[in-house]
């Protein structure tokens, strides 16, 4: 049980970065591992809520500036493009897809820059293209895609409901605060909330976009894909940034200092 102690006083500003206490010894080591695991990825991105930068600044590096938006985007626009203008010709949609993808992660091998997103992206696109091509329904391109939205709904609705938020999880790691937000009622209900909403943009996007895959409606189905993608993703980074940096202001912005 949270006791008084256990809680911050409204007026009392919360804890820095350096502030923080080490995570307690007994730490569930699946959580840990858990809260690492999201917490690199998360940091690799450019989500540090400890790095000094302007929300536009981190959705922008989330979304991995105009190279991620055309790793992103591109090869689904292709699909949709050409299935349409050719009459739905299923392989010549798919060899563009899939080769365009392959150029984005050989441009990065070559470049030596991070390829993790877009050699990441090239495998997506080849399981979604080999199912469409062994079922020979373009609407089955997008069965990774409707996996992934229930997968990762579940994943946050699940962690959420459990009280281990898996937003809790990365920003403890961090914040070098290991579960120790779990004693902070405050914390523990942004978590909550931030998880909930998470969860519900895939289980949005998986509700409009599953009626289309049952229907056999490729190219509306792609489209939408591509509308709920990145136009979604950004605002949703936006609003998680802003209420974990409420959450672990800088010490230069900390109530009562300059």
Known sequence: MTTSQ???????PQPTRGDLVPPPAGEPTASGLLGQAIGGAAKRAGLDPAEDATTGHVVWRAMGGWRGIAESVLPGLVFVVLFTVTGQDLVLSLVASVGLAAVFTVIRLI???????AFGGLVATGVAA????FTGRGVDNFVPGLITNAAYGTGFLVSALVGWSLIGLAVGFLMNEGTAWRADRRKRRVFFWLAIAWAALFYVRLAVQLPLYLADQTAALGTLKLIMGLPLFAPMVAVTWLAVRALYPRRAEAPGES
Not at 6 to 12: A, K, N, V
Not at 111 to 117: E, L
């Open 6 to 12: 256990d809680r911050p006083e409204s007026g009392d």
């Open 111 to 117: 470049q030596r820059s991070p390829a993790a997103a």
């Open 130 to 133: 080999a199912l469409a091509l």
